[in-house]
């Protein structure tokens, strides 16, 4: 059931640059799609969010842009800072959520 | 507004056995969806309650089942434990079903089946 993918399983960037997570699903009928960050030994905690009608949905240094002719999705993280070094899900819902397998990100100093 | 709460943290069974997990929602939450998350991989699909029914389902076999309570607290039961249900087990809610809105997860139970 791989419905939502995640094909980096790692990420490693600097401090003060651009992180950039991806994410791909295949069924078009998710219409809602988020990401979660989870740190060890905690349950996943909600980041951002998008609607399948908008393309693009900024919250402080995260935003989240979709394509959903290309069924994509994307975090943008700017500028990173170490205490954003975690695991990011991101997940696709039409009434429940279905996730991607993670991506650790890491920010080095 | 109370978060959403696990119970027990850490669970060992042994292959065989049954075993039950307990999720308290946060407050006001009516809709309640329970994870499997194995070591490297993100959570799948158990399945999820809303308003006391099931009302959607993964690929998982019958013998997890669940239930949600009137004050929409959730229980998750594994019959006949098998060595790969070992994983944290994860339980969310959210405001109501069918509103586009987050889930609010708890910290999770981690469940060793030897």
């Known amino acids: 059931d791989q419905q939502v993918k995640q094909n980096s399983p790692s990420l490693s960037v600097q401090e003060g640059r651009i992180s950039i997570l991806n994410c791909d699903y295949t069924?078009?009928?998710?219409?809602?799609f988020l990401w979660y960050k989870k740190y060890p030994a905690e349950g996943p905690t909600f980041l951002i969010s998008?609607?399948?009608?908008?393309d693009k949905n900024e919250d402080g240094r995260f935003t989240v842009f979709l394509n959903k002719s290309a069924k994509h999705l994307s975090l943008h993280i700017v500028p990173s800072q170490p205490g954003d070094s975690a695991v990011y899900f991101c997940?696709?819902?039409?009434?429940?959520?279905?996730f991607g397998a993670g991506t650790r990100l890491t920010v080095k100093p | 507004e109370t978060g959403v709460t696990q119970s027990p943290t850490h669970l060992i069974k042994t292959r065989g056995q049954q075993v039950t997990l307990r999720c308290s929602s946060q407050?006001?939450?009516?809709?309640v969806s329970w994870y499997q998350q194995a070591l490297g991989q993100g959570p799948q699909f158990i399945f999820q309650?809303?308003?006391?029914?099931?009302?959607g389902r993964g690929n998982f076999p019958p013998r997890f089942s669940g239930l949600q309570f009137p004050n929409y607290s959730s229980e998750l039961n594994v019959n006949a434990l098998e060595l790969d249900d070992s994983a944290l087990y994860l339980c969310?809610?959210?405001?109501?079903?069918?509103?586009?809105?987050?889930?609010?997860f708890g910290q999770g139970t981690r469940l060793t089946v030897v």
């Open positions: 309650y809303y308003r006391e029914e099931e009302n």
């Open positions: 997940a696709a819902s039409q009434g429940d959520m279905r």
């Open positions: 969310a809610s959210s405001f109501e079903w069918g509103i586009n809105t987050e889930a609010f």
């Open positions: 998008i609607s399948s009608i908008k």
């Open positions: 407050s006001g939450h009516n809709t």
């Open positions: 069924n078009s009928m998710f219409d809602y």
